[in-house]
């Protein structure tokens, strides 16, 4: 009751009173500020003080700020700016979580992964440096860049000491394996760097450099591959016993994995979700084989990756086919353990002798050997996946209807990209099972949607505004799959206790098949204010349609009703649908009003398109921003319909942000009266607190800096974990800088 009080009262004034997908960049970084051995050597130390302090009890986060500030902080701001990063704004937030006793053992594992990352970055943007280099720069120069790398492998050589980690043999848990030596790996490979500056047979020497910049690079990306599963194993080895330890290693995992995520994330973006979801949750969800095989299909996808390279430039390019396939070979490391477990020694010994005969290949410059090695690898590499348990979708119900709307739907899509768009063509494809799909959602919503997507079909066939008319339909019937997918899953969801599962599963597979039509409209990158507010640019890619995949999945596992927590599971997974494709239809509205103002001034009958464009994908979303701000949605309707001189992009974005904090003020009043009496409906409505503030949050944190988003990234993450536990002084000091930061950010808003 007293967290419901302190809520109540705190929601009872008006909030502007009351009150961390990463991208991490494998890239190949080439210029970094100016640098010294000292200076690198300096940051090494204070990095090793704070290793020390950091095991002190009490952890002094006082003495932990001093030893960070300096040439450490200077050296985390370089590879933050060179690689688009805020790694200071997370050291900085978790010191202020230790300084104020917030669970400091965990904050003190940020603090030491996220150094960890910046020393792995410095060591990857310098040994790149020296390879695109090679050609300009003097032997001297080049040496002095060795110099350094080696200076920030010093800090985190223990980590690439350290014994590999493997999956049981009943692939419940995590083992220790054999060492495989990669400090040593990384340090003969330097003395060959070395041995190559010199340039006594620049060709060769090259080429060399190109094939020990893989060596390096993957023998430490394995080093941190290693470090999440040492941090599983502890997690799984731990929970039932320790819980408090078993929390510090999750967090550990999560940071360790931030540092390798591009690698899995760039061939398998579902499993990377799956990983980040596990790594970042309950101790009680992490499983061990699911983490091992989704690490395994994102690292094939490299070693495929690696060869494609490899044949694109045997034959043409000889030192850039040995670099591929140096790096074949070193992405296909990391994966033998496991392949041996699940395949047998004797699949993993051909592996490694067609992975031998791709490099020789190679450096003989041998087209034929080079595909007769790379099948090879390719079908043990798919022998492989076949044994993983990945994390996929699977469908045992007739969804008949509406595969085939969405076939008629993706039919329409082809018409209309057309040179002439053929009207009569598309109201062919239109009449059937999609038509009457949108009937249906006409009938249980009260809508016109069959109206509207005729009436663009006659214009198209009069020729009146063609261009107008397609995107009408285009946008209106993605409303109609959005309510489709809406109204099953919801359906799912009430109807959980009296329905069999068979009876679940089809409402699901029919959402899913739904989902199908508009995963495009969830795969696009976000779209931000600029710095000046002005208009609107990319931003990053919030990988909606993964996280929306992955809550399909896992909503299905649970109509099994197999487990006590099935029915939250659904719930969770219904809201991971919900807001994401919500977030998704929200970032349409910015794409095109950054059209809009982009081309009022040069091209009208481009930017009223997107107008129209904007117009109909608010449509989608307008009930939930007008919820809570009426006033505000019926501003964004104004502009999205009216002169576009008009159209205001910092306008936009602030009654979008006013809206959703509405949302977010209504479900923490549910938090405040379901804690310690309800709590999945605590946990529940903390999930959608944190999935609505992801909407907001790059803008939040252009608005107050990203330090704040590090701070409420922390407390969401706090929030939820408080649910789990019944913890209500961690819930308090959660709710409290949630609602402060909330605060500040909405006065802020225009």
Same mark, same amino acid.
């Given at each position: 009751? &007293?967290?419901?009080?302190?809520?109540? %009262?705190?929601?009872?004034?008006?909030?502007?009173?009351?009150? &961390?997908?990463?991208?991490?960049?494998?890239?190949?970084?080439?210029?970094?500020?100016?640098?010294?051995?000292?200076? @690198? #050597?300096?940051?090494? /130390?204070?990095?090793?003080? @704070?290793?020390?302090?950091?095991?002190?009890?009490?952890?002094?986060?006082?003495?932990?700020?001093?030893?960070?500030?300096?040439?450490?902080?200077?050296?985390? !701001?370089?590879?933050?700016?060179?690689?688009?990063?805020?790694?200071?704004? +997370?050291?900085?937030?978790?010191?202020?979580?230790?300084?104020?006793?917030?669970?400091?053992?965990?904050?003190?594992?940020?603090?030491?992964?996220?150094?960890?990352?910046? &020393?792995?970055?410095?060591?990857?943007?310098?040994?790149?440096? @020296?390879?695109?280099?090679?050609?300009?720069?003097?032997?001297?120069?080049?040496?002095?860049?060795?110099?350094?790398?080696?200076?920030?492998?010093?800090?985190?050589?223990?980590?690439?000491?350290?014994?590999?980690?493997?999956?049981?043999?009943?692939?419940?848990?995590?083992?220790?394996?054999?060492?495989?030596?990669?400090?040593?790996?990384? %340090?003969?490979?330097?003395?060959?760097?070395? /041995?190559?500056?010199?340039?006594?047979?620049?060709?060769?020497?090259?080429?060399?450099?190109?094939?020990?910049?893989?060596? /390096?690079?993957?023998?430490?990306?394995?080093?941190?591959?290693?470090?999440?599963?040492?941090?599983?194993?502890?997690?799984?080895?731990?929970?039932?016993?320790?819980? @408090? /330890?078993?929390?510090?290693?999750?967090?550990?995992?999560?940071?360790?994995?931030?540092?390798?995520?591009?690698?899995?994330?760039?061939?398998?973006?579902?499993?990377?979700?799956?990983?980040?979801?596990?790594?970042?949750?309950?101790?009680?969800?992490?499983?061990?084989?699911?983490?091992?095989?989704?690490?395994?299909?994102?690292? $094939?996808?490299?070693?495929?990756?690696?060869?494609?390279?490899?044949?694109?430039?045997?034959?043409?390019?000889?030192?850039?086919?040995?670099?591929?396939?140096?790096?074949?070979?070193?992405?296909?490391?990391?994966?033998?353990?496991?392949?041996?477990?699940?395949?047998?020694?004797?699949?993993?010994?051909?592996?490694?002798?067609?992975?031998?005969?791709?490099?020789?290949?190679?450096?003989?410059?041998?087209?034929?050997?080079?595909?007769?090695?790379?099948?090879?690898?390719?079908?043990?590499? =798919?022998?492989?996946?076949?044994?993983?348990?990945?994390?996929?979708?699977?469908?045992?119900?007739?969804?008949?209807?509406?595969?085939?709307?969405?076939?008629?739907?993706?039919?329409?899509?082809?018409?209309?990209?057309?040179?002439?768009?053929?009207?009569?063509?598309?109201?062919?494809?239109?009449?059937?099972?999609?038509?009457?799909?949108?009937?249906?959602?006409?009938? !249980?919503?009260?809508?016109?949607?069959?109206?509207?997507?005729?009436?663009?079909?006659?214009?198209?066939?009069?020729?009146?505004?063609?261009? &107008?008319?397609?995107?009408? $339909?285009?946008?209106?019937?993605?409303?109609?799959?959005?309510?489709?997918?809406?109204?099953?899953?919801?359906?799912?969801?009430?109807?959980?206790?009296?329905?069999?599962?068979?009876?679940?599963?089809?409402?699901?597979?029919?959402?899913?098949?739904?989902?199908?039509?508009?995963?495009?409209?969830?795969?696009?990158?976000?779209?931000?204010?600029?710095?000046?507010? #002005?208009?609107?640019?990319?931003?990053?890619?919030?990988?909606?349609?993964?996280?929306?995949?992955?809550?399909?999945?896992?909503?299905?596992?649970?109509?099994?009703?197999?487990?006590?927590? =099935?029915?939250?599971?659904?719930?969770?997974?219904?809201?991971?649908?919900?807001?994401?494709?919500?977030?998704?239809?929200?970032?349409?509205?910015?794409?095109?009003?950054?059209?809009?103002?982009?081309?009022?001034?040069?091209?009208?009958?481009?930017?009223?398109?997107?107008?129209?464009?904007?117009?109909?994908?608010?449509?989608?979303?307008?009930?939930?921003?007008?919820?809570?701000?009426?006033?505000?949605?019926?501003?964004?309707?104004?502009?999205?319909?009216?002169?576009?001189?008009?159209?205001?992009?910092?306008?936009?974005?602030?009654?979008?942000?006013?809206?959703?904090?509405?949302?977010?003020?209504?479900?923490?009043?549910?938090?405040?009266?379901?804690?310690?009496? =309800?709590?999945?409906?605590?946990?529940?409505?903390?999930?959608?607190?944190?999935?609505?503030?992801?909407?907001?949050?790059?803008?939040?944190?252009?608005?107050?800096?990203?330090?704040?988003?590090?701070?409420?990234?922390?407390?969401?993450? +706090?929030?939820?974990?408080?649910?789990?536990?019944?913890?209500?002084?961690?819930?308090?000091?959660?709710?409290?800088?949630?609602?402060?930061?909330?605060?500040?950010?909405?006065?802020?808003?225009?």
């Amino acid at each position: 009751m &007293f967290l419901l009080k302190w809520l109540v %009262n705190s929601l009872s004034k008006p909030l502007t009173m009351s009150l &961390f997908f990463i991208a991490f960049s494998m890239g190949n970084a080439s210029t970094f500020a100016a640098s010294d051995i000292q200076t @690198i #050597q300096t940051a090494v /130390t204070a990095f090793q003080t @704070i290793g020390t302090l950091r095991r002190e009890t009490p952890i002094n986060g006082d003495a932990i700020a001093n030893a960070y500030a300096g040439v450490l902080q200077s050296l985390v !701001v370089e590879i933050d700016e060179e690689n688009s990063l805020q790694l200071d704004s +997370d050291i900085l937030a978790a010191i202020e979580e230790i300084k104020s006793g917030n669970e400091p053992s965990l904050a003190a594992q940020v603090v030491d992964k996220t150094l960890q990352r910046v &020393f792995y970055q410095s060591f990857f943007n310098r040994i790149t440096a @020296i390879r695109d280099q090679f050609d300009s720069a003097t032997s001297a120069t080049l040496i002095q860049i060795l110099d350094e790398t080696e200076a920030a492998f010093q800090a985190i050589s223990g980590t690439a000491a350290r014994s590999n980690e493997v999956l049981s043999a009943d692939r419940k848990f995590i083992e220790e394996g054999s060492n495989p030596g990669l400090d040593v790996q990384i %340090n003969e490979s330097f003395a060959r760097i070395r /041995t190559a500056l010199n340039k006594s047979n620049p060709t060769e020497d090259f080429a060399t450099i190109a094939v020990e910049r893989y060596v /390096t690079r993957m023998a430490l990306a394995r080093a941190y591959y290693i470090g999440v599963l040492r941090e599983v194993r502890g997690v799984i080895g731990n929970r039932s016993s320790d819980l @408090i /330890t078993a929390r510090i290693q999750l967090k550990e995992g999560e940071v360790f994995y931030r540092i390798i995520e591009s690698l899995v994330a760039r061939d398998n973006p579902t499993g990377n979700a799956l990983i980040k979801a596990q790594l970042a949750g309950n101790v009680s969800d992490v499983v061990a084989d699911e983490i091992v095989s989704e690490l395994s299909k994102g690292l $094939i996808g490299r070693v495929k990756g690696e060869m494609n390279g490899q044949a694109e430039n045997i034959g043409v390019n000889r030192v850039q086919a040995m670099a591929e396939a140096s790096g074949a070979v070193a992405f296909a490391k990391i994966l033998l353990p496991d392949l041996e477990l699940r395949l047998g020694a004797d699949t993993r010994a051909n592996l490694e002798t067609a992975l031998s005969n791709l490099q020789s290949a190679s450096s003989e410059n041998s087209v034929p050997k080079s595909e007769e090695a790379r099948n090879a690898i390719s079908v043990i590499l =798919d022998s492989y996946e076949a044994e993983l348990n990945l994390v996929k979708y699977g469908a045992t119900t007739s969804t008949a209807l509406i595969d085939n709307a969405v076939s008629s739907f993706k039919t329409i899509g082809e018409l209309r990209g057309q040179a002439t768009v053929d009207g009569q063509a598309i109201a062919a494809a239109y009449a059937g099972d999609l038509q009457q799909l949108t009937q249906l959602a006409d009938q !249980v919503y009260g809508l016109s949607i069959d109206a509207d997507v005729t009436a663009a079909i006659e214009s198209i066939k009069s020729g009146n505004e063609v261009a &107008f008319a397609a995107q009408i $339909i285009d946008k209106s019937l993605q409303r109609v799959f959005a309510l489709v997918v809406y109204n099953r899953i919801t359906l799912v969801n009430d109807s959980f206790d009296s329905l069999s599962t068979s009876e679940l599963e089809l409402e699901w597979d029919r959402a899913n098949a739904a989902y199908s039509a508009i995963t495009g409209t969830a795969s696009r990158e976000n779209k931000v204010l600029t710095e000046d507010r #002005q208009t609107l640019q990319s931003g990053t890619n919030p990988d909606l349609d993964d996280q929306i995949t992955l809550a399909f999945v896992q909503g299905r596992q649970a109509l099994s009703k197999a487990n006590t927590d =099935d029915r939250l599971n659904l719930a969770i997974a219904r809201e991971n649908i919900i807001i994401p494709l919500v977030r998704s239809y929200l970032i349409g509205v910015l794409r095109e009003v950054e059209g809009i103002i982009d081309d009022r001034d040069a091209d009208v009958t481009e930017a009223r398109e997107k107008q129209i464009e904007g117009e109909f994908f608010y449509r989608i979303v307008e009930g939930l921003i007008a919820q809570d701000n009426p006033a505000g949605s019926n501003r964004i309707k104004t502009q999205l319909t009216g002169d576009m001189a008009n159209v205001v992009a910092n306008e936009i974005v602030s009654e979008i942000s006013k809206g959703i904090i509405g949302q977010i003020n209504r479900n923490v009043s549910v938090i405040g009266a379901a804690f310690g009496v =309800d709590r999945n409906q605590a946990l529940l409505a903390s999930e959608r607190v944190s999935l609505y503030i992801n909407i907001f949050l790059p803008d939040l944190e252009l608005r107050l800096g990203s330090l704040e988003r590090v701070k409420m990234q922390n407390a969401l993450q +706090d929030l939820r974990e408080a649910g789990e536990t019944d913890d209500v002084s961690k819930a308090l000091t959660a709710g409290s800088t949630i609602l402060e930061i909330i605060s500040a950010y909405e006065r802020e808003l225009i």
